[in-house]
């Protein structure tokens, strides 16, 4: 992305720009088909080809299509020292997932949301991408984060796009596993609640407040009646709803959620643990101050 837009009034003018969709060294930006395969048969590694190319492979420069080198070079290492080691995800020691974060969370990007869904069950989504945004515009429109996810490698382009459009697809694995770890799957359902929550403007809802020994997911505060309410996510990976609530509700009693509240004048206080699974609906447990005691 572009740190400022040039002009005729800043000391740095008149450039030309080669974005990600150029094809002028569209081939350097990452490793070819062919180049892969040379460096899995040096090292004789030649059976890993199919898993390589299903994690690492799928970025689209220009009209070339290419390997991220990094993650390739990392895995022809591990192979090296241990011959049955499997793909790894090296793709979140470089970065994090703030971006992705953010954009699920605001309020704003509702449909963004059913976007992201389709997007991370391998479908594709269409989008107008702003190659020029630069850094200090990246969150003036709910749109604009759709420039920012193909930028930095989170999406590509399938094809030619036609005018400003492109047709986007999750890359490869390793990405998708990225998208959908379970941190952020939490934040997904984190974030559909949140903006339901904020529909009564007359609530204080808050996200991720450092409150007892830690970081609640979402704290509600109803002044009017004076109670507080203390929400925790949880995704099941089993699928066990009853027990991803019960693991919820532990965690905020543990770590005392429900101080930050009382502290600020709640007199009661409810405790919601709530469970996903998929697209299934959510699963809730609750418990109050007395049924503690």
Request: glycine share 8%.
């Amino acid at each position: 992305m572009r740190i400022s837009k040039e002009s005729i009034f800043t000391g740095l003018n008149n450039l030309r720009v080669l974005s990600v969709s150029d094809v002028r060294f569209d081939e350097y930006f990452g490793f070819t088909d062919g180049e892969v395969q040379a460096l899995l048969a040096a090292y004789g590694l030649s059976d890993k080809y199919g898993a390589v190319k299903e994690w690492y492979d799928g970025y689209e420069f220009g009209n070339v299509n290419v390997y991220c080198p990094w993650d390739v070079l990392n895995y022809c290492d591990l192979l090296w020292a241990d011959g049955g080691a499997g793909p790894q995800n090296y793709w979140t020691n470089t970065s994090n997932n703030d971006i992705v974060r953010r954009f699920i969370e605001d309020p704003k990007s509702g449909a963004a949301k059913n976007e992201i869904e389709k997007l991370v069950a391998g479908e594709t989504i269409r989008k107008v991408i702003r190659q020029d945004l630069t850094y200090k515009e990246m969150y003036a429109s709910a749109e604009n984060p759709w420039s920012l996810l193909y930028t930095t490698g989170y999406l590509t382009k399938l094809g030619k796009p036609e005018g400003k459009e492109f047709c986007l697809s999750i890359p490869n694995l390793e990405i998708r596993d990225t998208f959908v770890k379970k941190s952020t799957r939490e934040n997904f359902y984190h974030g559909i609640l949140r903006g339901l929550l904020c529909f009564k403007s007359s609530w204080d809802v808050c996200s991720n407040r450092e409150t007892g020994d830690g970081y609640s997911d979402i704290l509600v505060e109803i002044a009017g009646k004076s109670l507080g309410i203390v929400i925790e996510f949880k995704y099941s990976d089993s699928g066990n709803l009853e027990a991803g609530c019960k693991e919820a509700l532990r965690q905020t009693e543990e770590r005392h959620y429900e101080e930050q509240l009382y502290d600020d004048g709640m007199d009661a206080v409810f405790k919601y643990g709530m469970a996903f699974y998929k697209k299934r609906c959510p699963d809730t447990d609750r418990v109050t101050e007395t049924d503690l005691f």
